[in-house]
């Protein structure tokens, strides 16, 4: 690894050569040298990088110059395409080094070359259909003579989850190129290829996840992997190290064994196996399950591992030599049948270590399982094998302790960011409101919007903690003002998010999906509301669980943590560019008088604070007006 001499300069030649020749930020060099120095000392770093810090390139630039293969995970797909489309090629190009990137999703991201052959061979496929999904169909495989990649993401259309899920393959499925008829064209194939190859390789959280718990690594050997937007791995390390058991994967099963045995019998046994564990789970919905399970419960799993057995058997009679696309297709089917047979016998003995609930609707409950603690299968996996660089523009107080990293282990920076809070922002707690489990709460939380939305003259993001909540203040609001309310219900996000900036005296209520990823800079936002503190829910059975684990100790390690970090990343939708002015207005009496109440503020950007209305009216007036 170079010195942090060299890492500098290499950060300033790709300033430079940004559009407008870039923008020196303290922050972004700091984060820049903490990166360097953390893949040079192999100890893992955890940096909070505020809004506008340019955290990308503070990590990018010491991974391009650094020697050994790397890893980026980030939260979203739009992120690793961003990095792989625009960050890397420029920062490639400006610094001259012949370094090799590129991108890795999850298999069901690209279109499975052997589906559709496997349409085509039995004529579900015309070209001259021209409606419903079979349409898409026709259309995804004309594209799939042109792309090069297979990658959804290049699409210039939207296909519904039908069409797509007729032509892609899970990960639980595919059986590999080796065994697959088409694995020398697969676009699946060709993706992990050039990540074997590559110097860097980006990916996003879940798939990094998914590679560290499992027995077949899914990713190249690497010294170094930075985890963009970090305030969710908690929760991702959680979905990924455990499983998750519905009815309907005995219905796709089933599907899958009718297409290699027409008249199966187990394929109707296996659908009514599925319907029997909805029934048996439906009672247990948003409730940990006891131990031992439940007599319905465990009779239904019971049934159900004699079901898959039952089709394990029916496939077994098809000769793996099958003609045409059947043996591949019963590959697939065989696969899917043992990844079902393995989560069911987890699933019924689940570990005193592991917290076993139900979630889901209620037409589609889901049998969850997770580690109550993340320490131990982080270090096996993660902390004592490769170097770590965790950044967010909001961290979580306690996130090395909860993911397992001990004090001498790693070092934890916050480099700020560069924006004006103090001068830009101002942050408005409404202390004269009612405790929100007051009856006369959500009368007041409705005034008290209509008077800050009609001094910003609209221009307001309203956040709520339930889809109640936000209906309710829809409803009551666009009768007392004229400006136009948009709500979550309305349309897709990118439509409502784009009319929301494009509107400018527009207002946009929504929930908790919009707490982060909402970049509206400019003058259509200047007003950001929370009408609660975002607590996670108390009935959590995961968290319960992990409460428990805690004791006394509990609200300081388990909500506390998880509420701060949402509020930050709610009052972070207000100022997305230097010259943004505006108000967060916290409509929760307890942000101002909990005794808890300066862990929330330390975790907000450094706004100027009051408890005044009139404070708060007037600024929003001043910039209505634009003074």
């Known amino acids: 690894?170079?010195?942090?001499?060299?890492?500098?300069?290499?950060?300033?030649?790709?300033?430079?050569?940004?559009?407008?020749?870039?923008?020196?930020?303290?922050?972004?060099?700091?984060?820049?040298?903490?990166?360097?120095?953390?893949?040079?000392?192999?100890?893992?770093?955890?940096?909070?990088?505020?809004?506008?810090?340019?955290?990308?390139?503070?990590?990018?630039?010491?991974?391009?110059?650094?020697?050994?293969?790397?890893?980026?995970?980030?939260?979203?797909?739009?992120?690793?395409?961003?990095?792989?489309?625009?960050?890397?090629?420029?920062?490639v190009d400006a610094l001259g080094l012949p370094v090799r990137y590129a991108v890795l999703k999850g298999r069901s991201n690209y279109l499975c070359i052997q589906r559709l052959k496997e349409h085509i061979e039995d004529e579900q496929l015309s070209l001259d259909i021209s409606d419903g999904p079979r349409a898409e169909i026709s259309r995804l495989a004309l594209w799939a003579q042109q792309t090069d990649t297979g990658d959804r993401a290049e699409l210039d259309f939207e296909p519904s989850h039908a069409a797509w899920d007729a032509l892609s393959v899970s990960g639980r499925e595919c059986p590999g190129a080796q065994r697959c008829p088409s694995g020398s064209s697969c676009f699946a194939e060709k993706a992990r290829h050039r990540a074997d190859v590559a110097d860097i390789v980006v990916v996003n959280t879940h798939l990094?996840?998914?590679?560290?718990?499992?027995?077949?690594?899914?990713?190249?050997?690497?010294?170094?992997?930075?985890?963009?937007?970090?305030?969710?791995?908690?929760?991702?390390?959680?979905?990924?190290?455990?499983?998750?058991?519905?009815?309907?994967?005995?219905?796709?099963?089933?599907?899958?064994?009718?297409?290699?045995?027409?008249?199966?019998?187990?394929?109707?046994?296996?659908?009514?196996?599925?319907?029997?564990?909805?029934?048996?789970?439906?009672?247990?919905?948003?409730?940990p399950l006891p131990a031992p399970l439940p007599d319905e419960l465990q009779g239904a799993a019971v049934l159900a591992r004699g079901r898959v057995e039952q089709a394990a058997a029916e496939l077994r009679a098809i000769p793996d030599d099958a003609p045409g696309e059947a043996g591949a297709r019963k590959l697939r089917a065989v696969l899917a049948t043992g990844a079902l047979m393995e989560d069911l016998g987890r699933a019924v003995e689940a570990k005193s270590t592991e917290v076993a609930w139900v979630s889901g609707t209620e037409s589609s409950p889901a049998w969850r399982i997770a580690p109550i603690q993340l320490g131990r299968l982080l270090s096996e996996r993660l902390w004592e094998h490769t170097t770590a660089v965790l950044t967010s523009a909001t961290i979580p107080m306690n996130l090395g302790e909860v993911l397992g990293l001990e004090p001498e282990e790693h070092r934890a920076i916050d480099v700020g960011?560069?924006?004006?809070?103090?001068?830009?922002?101002?942050?408005?707690?409404?202390?004269?409101?009612?405790?929100?489990?007051?009856?006369?709460?959500?009368?007041?939380?409705?005034?008290?919007?209509?008077?800050?939305?009609?001094?910003?003259?609209?221009?307001?993001?309203?956040?709520?903690?339930?889809?109640?909540?936000?209906?309710?203040?829809?409803?009551?609001?666009?009768?007392?003002?004229?400006?136009?309310?948009?709500?979550?219900?309305?349309?897709?996000?990118?439509?409502?998010?784009?009319?929301?900036?494009?509107?400018?005296?527009?207002?946009?209520?929504?929930?908790?999906?919009?707490?982060?990823?909402?970049?509206?800079?400019?003058?259509?936002?200047?007003?950001?509301?929370?009408d609660r503190l975002p607590f996670p829910r108390p009935d959590d059975p995961l968290l319960e669980a992990r409460r428990e684990r805690y004791g006394s100790e509990a609200f300081r390690l388990v909500d506390l943590p998880r509420a701060a970090t949402r509020l930050a990343q709610g009052a972070g939708r207000l100022i997305r560019r230097g010259d943004d002015r505006g108000v967060v207005a916290v409509l929760d009496s307890r942000m101002a008088r909990a005794g808890y109440r300066w862990e929330l503020v330390r975790a907000l950007p450094p706004f100027h604070r009051t408890a005044e209305r009139d404070r708060a009216v007037t600024l929003l007036r001043t910039i209505r007006d634009g003074l």
């Open 1 to 91: 690894m170079p010195e942090n001499t060299g890492v500098e300069k290499a950060l300033e030649t790709a300033v430079s050569s940004l559009d407008g020749g870039g923008e020196r930020r303290p922050g972004q060099r700091d984060m820049c040298e903490a990166v360097a120095e953390a893949m040079d000392s192999g100890r893992h770093l955890v940096v909070a990088a505020g809004t506008g810090t340019g955290k990308s390139l503070a990590y990018l630039v010491p991974l391009v110059m650094g020697e050994g293969p790397s890893v980026v995970a980030t939260a979203t797909k739009t992120l690793q395409d961003q990095l792989v489309d625009k960050d890397l090629p420029q920062l």
């Open 208 to 287: 990094y996840c998914l590679h560290l718990f499992s027995d077949t690594p899914i990713l190249p050997e690497h010294d170094t992997v930075v985890i963009d937007e970090a305030h969710g791995l908690e929760d991702i390390v959680s979905d990924t190290a455990g499983l998750s058991l519905t009815g309907g994967r005995f219905d796709e099963l089933a599907r899958s064994i009718r297409a290699v045995v027409a008249e199966s019998a187990a394929a109707g046994d296996l659908e009514d196996a599925g319907i029997r564990l909805r029934e048996a789970l439906a009672p247990f919905r948003d409730k």
């Open 417 to 530: 960011s560069p924006f004006d809070f103090e001068t830009n922002g101002l942050l408005y707690c409404a202390k004269h409101l009612p405790d929100p489990r007051n009856p006369g709460y959500e009368p007041a939380v409705h005034e008290e919007m209509a008077a800050l939305i009609e001094a910003a003259g609209g221009r307001t993001l309203a956040l709520f903690t339930s889809y109640r909540a936000m209906d309710r203040a829809a409803e009551a609001l666009s009768a007392q003002l004229d400006f136009p309310i948009y709500t979550q219900r309305d349309l897709p996000k990118p439509e409502l998010l784009r009319r929301f900036a494009a509107e400018v005296e527009s207002c946009l209520f929504a929930t908790m999906s919009f707490w982060q990823g909402v970049d509206v800079p400019g003058e259509s936002l200047s007003l950001v509301t929370i």
